[in-house]
């Protein structure tokens, strides 16, 4: 009976074995009830997650399950080998796709794609076909699943398209599937003009993906790997955000417009406990990540493992790694998810990289690897490395990728928010290095000295009392401050920021490890197979010599790595302005042509869009600022200034005598504030106004970097120092206290 079930299953909760695991039970009726066991309540989850995982997704075994066998065949080799699909088979998988879709409540389709803009861009179809007598079809095409052809114009596109040139194309990318959200079908797509050039941030992924398979195919011959037929970067992005209470948000409007405080005094409690990182969720956050993981594992995202991070009210979400391509998919939805699932517990996700000053901002740390098609991971390092010469090349070709390009990886990550977080000791500096660990340096010794090598000893740790358990010692450690650190079998790149798609910097690493892989190959092709370990080995020291300058195991908040990295040459770009030139230089333009990940006109127009970003975004915040300052703060302090005054007078004249010194100091500084205040406002709407005289774009950029900034941040410091003088009875915006501390 249903009771006895229920009373089963509660019985579960004190099961310990099972404790991390969910248990089915079929219910009278067939009804399937999922328990997660609760040792403190007696409360079941009413879901069972094996059957709610990918409920959304066109995955494969739905695929296998609607698709005849020739069909699903031909499918599954254009998404294993990039293979042309034929339109009687598209139109078949759109047949099924269509059906499926319907079947779970959907009445739209879209092409989901990734333009320039940041966020993802959808228009909605019903599938809907009128069928004459006032009846209708539900009705899909090959021809409508694999393209679509949104308006081009209306996205930016660094001067490829002009206003007047407004069709474009999108193209079914099948190696991502298909997902229903909100009761559309969701096709994910790239996106082109009519000319061709690409305008989206999917296109050249899936060529860096195809230039890394090329070239490190190559090199697994080598080394007799004939069974290998396909190599995929993988990637599993770790997402921070902070939540913030959702009336609170709405009562400010630089958050509002964008994504951070323009200013705000320090509330007097901060991270400084180190209390926040790993705690106890509270109960409204809890209840926030429990339905965001069961809304991602609808649409098949492995979301994995979620934490409190080290500020207040911030947080994390990781996910299981996946191919570089679905990882970008994933994370994009997964930010817009997040978003949406916020509002509906009365809060607003905050995505931006330093929403905060003085605290901690978020990053997006992106795990790298590389893995075969056979489940081969290309970075790990058995036991004994250096004896291990396929991960050595594997290695050294990554070390020469970021040596040589590391002013390319910084670029992927320049954006106005991230500016804000990185080079402070809370992320990684603006220098690119690497981080390897003692064993792998010490196996850069060896080999760069000829030296025989040994395999190490495991080490077993001990924490002390008998009754824990001992477990062997990890091999490499996690060096915070290292922008690029290798981590037992992947690679964490820690220098994106939290709203950047991860895309760009993978399509960086993939491409400028290919072009190294690309080059050992060349070398090594050449050589007889009886010399092909001596010639490895010779290559190896060769690429150690000239590239170990970028490996560094210390430090990098330290002014000292600072002042080191200079004399070894590595790049140091702290800002934008710095940074964004680089992409198009020669030997930049060269590895993206060379790879066909970009073409030369592909490469400006991103130049011209990272610019146009960076000073739009610079100058709706310096806007923002001005409008707060004359709406919201200055009227405020000047109120107060004003009761300050009248309260002083009304004493003099009551009690003459009555010392009024502190009063009159207070007054003094609020006047001296309100007096810097307005006249520094005035300074940063002249600064706005002049940028519009500035033809040339990077000197824009270079304008509102060095100057509109600066003036926002000398203004910025004096608001601070007023608003902590300030009754909050008197602001008429929530201060950090409330916004840090409201849920």
Request: one cysteine or more; hydrophobic letters at 40%; glycine letters at 6%.
């Amino acid at each position: 009976m249903y009771t006895t079930d229920i009373r089963k299953a509660k019985a579960l909760r004190y099961n310990r074995s099972a404790f991390f695991s969910f248990n089915c039970i079929q219910l009278q009726g067939g009804q399937r009830f999922c328990t997660a066991l609760n040792l403190k309540g007696d409360t079941i989850m009413k879901k069972c997650i094996p059957e709610l995982y990918g409920s959304l997704v066109f995955n494969d075994k739905i695929m296998k399950n609607k698709l005849p066998g020739d069909v699903y065949k031909a499918l599954r080799k254009t998404i294993e080998t990039g293979s042309h699909l034929e339109l009687d088979v598209a139109n078949a998988v759109a047949v099924a796709m269509k059906e499926w879709a319907v079947e779970n409540g959907a009445t739209h389709f879209t092409h989901w794609f990734q333009p320039m803009t940041g966020i993802t861009a959808e228009k909605h179809d019903s599938f809907i076909n009128p069928a004459g007598n006032g009846e209708i079809i539900m009705d899909f095409s090959g021809k409508e699943l694999v393209k679509g052809e949104p308006d081009a114009s209306s996205f930016p596109s660094g001067g490829l398209r002009a206003t007047f040139e407004a069709r474009g194309y999108t193209a079914w990318d099948p190696t991502s599937p298909a997902f229903i959200k909100d009761g559309t079908l969701c096709i994910p797509t790239a996106f082109c003009s009519y000319s061709g050039e690409v305008l989206d941030k999917k296109t050249p992924l899936l060529r860096s993906m195809e230039a890394i398979n090329k070239e490190a195919l190559r090199v697994l011959k080598l080394f007799g790997n004939e069974d290998v037929t396909r190599v995929y970067s993988t990637v599993g992005p770790e997402q921070e955000y902070f939540l913030v209470d959702k009336q609170l948000f709405n009562s400010r409007n630089d958050l509002k417009f964008c994504g951070r405080t323009l200013f705000g005094a320090p509330a007097p409690k901060g991270q400084e406990m180190d209390d926040h990182y790993f705690g106890a969720l509270r109960p409204r956050v809890s209840a926030f990540m429990k339905e965001l993981d069961e809304e991602l594992w609808k649409f098949g995202i492995p979301a994995k493992t979620k934490h409190n991070e080290v500020a207040p009210s911030q947080h994390e979400l990781a996910v299981v790694y996946t191919t570089a391509n679905l990882a970008a998919d994933n994370n994009q939805l997964t930010m817009e998810v997040m978003k949406r699932t916020a509002e509906k517990h009365g809060l607003v996700c905050l995505l931006h990289e330093k929403p905060y000053e003085g605290i901690n901002g978020s990053g997006k740390h992106n795990n790298w690897s590389l893995s075969t098609n056979t489940g081969v991971n290309l970075l790990d390092p058995d036991r004994e490395p250096a004896k291990n010469l396929q991960f050595m090349l594997f290695l050294a070709a990554t070390m020469k990728a970021v040596d040589v390009y590391g002013d390319l990886l910084r670029v992927s990550v320049a954006t106005a928010g991230n500016d804000h977080r990185l080079g402070g000791n809370e992320a990684p500096p603006a220098i690119v290095s690497m981080f390897i660990g003692d064993d792998l340096a010490s196996v850069l010794d060896i080999i760069e000295a000829d030296a025989e090598s040994e395999a190490k000893e495991t080490v077993t740790m001990t924490a002390g009392p008998k009754v824990l358990p001992h477990f062997v010692k990890d091999t490499t450690d996690r060096n915070r401050t290292s922008p690029f650190a290798f981590t037992g079998n992947k690679f964490e790149f820690r220098m994106p920021g939290s709203s950047l798609s991860v895309s760009g910097p993978n399509v960086i690493l993939n491409t400028a490890v290919a072009d190294s892989l690309g080059a050992f190959a060349d070398r090594l092709e050449k050589v007889p197979a009886g010399k092909l370990e001596e010639e490895i080995h010779t290559l190896l020291k060769e690429v150690i010599r000239a590239h170990r300058r970028i490996v560094f195991n210390g430090n990098g908040y330290t002014e000292d790595w600072v002042k080191e990295a200079g004399r070894r040459g590595l790049f140091n770009l702290p800002a934008c302005a710095d940074a964004f030139p680089c992409f198009i230089a020669e030997k930049n333009i060269a590895l993206f042509t060379k790879h066909h990940v970009f073409t030369r006109e592909e490469i400006f127009s991103r130049y011209e869009i990272m610019q146009e970003n960076y000073v739009k975004t610079i100058n709706i915040e310096a806007k923002t600022m001005c409008s707060m300052m004359y709406k919201t703060f200055l009227p405020s302090l000047l109120s107060y200034i004003e009761t300050i005054a009248e309260a002083t007078e009304k004493m003099k004249k009551v009690l003459p005598s009555a010392p009024v010194i502190s009063q009159e100091k207070l007054l003094s500084t609020l006047a001296r504030l309100y007096t810097s205040i307005s006249e520094m406002t005035e300074e940063l709407k002249s600064a706005i106004a002049s940028a519009d005289s500035i033809g040339d774009s990077m000197e824009k950029v270079r304008y509102f970097n060095y100057t509109v900034l600066a003036k926002m941040n000398g203004l910025r410091s004096f608001v601070d120092e007023a608003e902590a003088l300030i009754p909050e009875s008197f602001l008429t915006y929530p201060t950090y206290d409330k916004l840090l501390f409201s849920i």
